[in-house]
């Protein structure tokens, strides 16, 4: 990625840089390193490039940062007198796109982020950062679409783009209007979803015909058109879908510039049908269409019992030069609705008995009556399947994101993640369990899911970033005690530790509580050209 426009860059080459360790109690360890900008000239653009050349995305997925003393930064030489609309004061400033990691001020003029200096700054409004962590905001890049309820979990989780690549729920056209019916607090955006397609299509689950797939895959290019950031398909659940009409679509996919996301055709490990041969679905269909593949929720599909091997078989397919990503979430239990095929015999797909599963947002896992009554009422249904060392692996894979893979109802029948996702990796995974850094983490949730769709969503890039010249997207948060608080019983709960939340320039959480008059989230749309 280039480096800023000379005017964007500090005067002075050396600038005082204060990395903290994991907590904020082991101090500051000064490092003479840039500050990742200062305020912007008026001409320029709100899309000025990012203040540095740092590497974007820490190498170590494994290391913490190191305890230290005690050492109070060094006054700014430099008076700034521009008054800001937003100042987020005294915080650590973590940003995996540039590496910068340091105490600082950010200040904020409309939706963009003017300045990040150690110097005081005056704002019109401000907030107390001091010692918090200040980040991009989240993107939820494994999301659904909003409903005016579930996005305010969303907010208190820290995200700050809800996006729907699990697939729309309708055509564009129809996503966009009914997210902007709901006034979002976060922003909006997700993938054109070929099962829904399909069913209007009167396909459904059977095999589609020649003609069939043509229309399909017209259908797919109107959404992207329309601003879809990519193209979703689900074979496991779809399953007339065929590695032919896969190919069609990553061959649009590749035209366009976007990646096609896969719920991969199988998630366990008896023949026929093995979760090695749906990865290897996968890496031909990228192989051979030239398209990025995204693979959903990699821990539930693909990975269940086998993330190792799922991981070594997606890695020598990144070594030979394939764009092949992936993302996870932080649970050792997936959910879907007890109706649908992937329970058919999961007794003997996953090793399990109805003493492992659960309908969420009740109590008690279920007997034989119970699982009964959840399959004929088809509830979300909860199944103990997978291993702490899957989710450890698949979390500290450096390519592989975070992704919640749900977003709450009213009727409270979720799973967890949809309120506790984020929180749940910074709260268990990097301050009790010191599996991540917390840049490592931060990537995964901020720059790894922008560079995935920025291609084609100049909106995207930027952000995921926090420098100048990017959206002011930003979540702070306490680094202490960010923590999720929703279980399989209360999957309503929202998580705690989450401080303040801008979305656009715009306050939306301060304090920790909500702002529910505030809903300044937009649409992030595909760019595509004729």
């Known amino acids: 990625m280039d480096g800023p426009d000379d005017d964007l860059r500090p005067e002075a080459v050396g600038r005082r840089r204060f990395l903290l360790g994991l907590g904020f109690g082991a101090g500051l360890v000064a490092l003479t390193r840039r500050l990742p900008g200062r305020r912007a000239p008026a001409a320029a653009p709100a899309t000025a490039s990012p203040t540095t050349t740092v590497p974007a995305v820490p190498r170590s997925t494994t290391s913490r940062a190191p305890e230290t003393t005690t050492t109070e930064p060094a006054p700014s030489t430099t008076v700034d007198d521009h008054l800001y609309d937003l100042v987020v004061e005294g915080g650590r400033v973590v940003d995996p796109d540039s590496g910068f990691d340091g105490v600082a001020n950010v200040g904020i003029d409309g939706d963009t982020v003017a300045t990040i200096a150690d110097g005081p700054l005056a704002g019109r409004r401000t907030l107390n950062a001091r010692g918090l962590v200040v980040a991009p905001g989240f993107i939820d890049v494994l999301s659904y679409p909003v409903n005016g309820y579930g996005e305010w979990n969303k907010v208190a989780d820290g995200v700050t783009s809800n996006l729907c690549m699990h697939g729309i729920d309708g055509t564009m056209e129809r996503f966009l209007a009914r997210s902007a019916g709901h006034a979002p607090p976060v922003n909006v955006g997700g993938a054109t979803d070929q099962y829904e397609h399909r069913k209007a299509m009167g396909i459904g689950i059977d095999y589609a015909t ?225 599996l991540l850094s917390l840049p490592d983490a931060l990537a995964r949730m901020t720059i790894l899911p922008a560079r995935l769709l920025e291609g084609r969503c100049p909106d995207l890039a930027r952000r ?67």
């Open 210 to 434: 020649d003609p069939q797939v043509d229309e399909l895959w017209r259908r797919a290019e109107a959404d992207l058109r329309a601003g879809a950031l990519g193209i979703h398909q689900q074979p496991e659940y779809t399953i007339g879908v065929t590695l032919d009409e896969m190919l069609r679509h990553g061959e649009v996919a590749a035209r366009h510039g976007v990646p096609l996301c896969l719920h991969l055709r199988h998630s366990d490990n008896l023949e026929p049908g093995t979760q090695e041969e749906a990865v290897a679905e996968a890496v031909t269909v990228a192989r051979r269409a030239g398209c990025a593949v995204h693979v959903e929720h990699l821990n539930s599909t693909g990975g269940t019992g086998r993330m190792r091997e799922a991981v070594a078989q997606l890695e020598a397919a990144r070594s030979d030069g394939l764009a092949i990503t992936a993302c996870t979430y932080p649970y050792t239990y997936w959910a879907t609705y007890a109706g649908s095929a992937r329970f058919d015999g999961f007794r003997e797909k996953y090793g399990i008995t109805v003493s492992d599963l659960q309908v969420a947002g009740t109590t008690g896992r279920l007997d034989e009556a119970g699982w009964e009554r959840a399959r004929s009422e088809n509830r979300l249904t909860a199944a103990f399947a997978m291993s702490d060392d899957d989710i450890d692996t698949a979390l500290t894979t450096p390519w592989i994101m975070i992704g919640s893979d749900a977003i709450l109802q009213e009727h409270h029948n979720n799973h967890p993640r949809g309120s506790g996702c984020f929180s749940r990796v910074l709260g268990h995974y990097v301050r009790e369990r010191g």
């Open 464 to 530: 995921g970033r926090l420098s100048v010249g990017s959206a002011a997207d930003v979540t702070v948060f306490d680094p202490a005690t960010i923590a999720d608080r929703s279980t399989i019983e209360k999957t309503w709960l929202p998580s705690v530790g989450v401080h303040h939340v801008v979305v656009s320039g715009q306050v939306v959480r301060e304090a920790g509580t909500n702002d529910r008059s505030v809903r300044p989230g937009v649409p992030l749309l595909s760019r595509i050209d004729a």
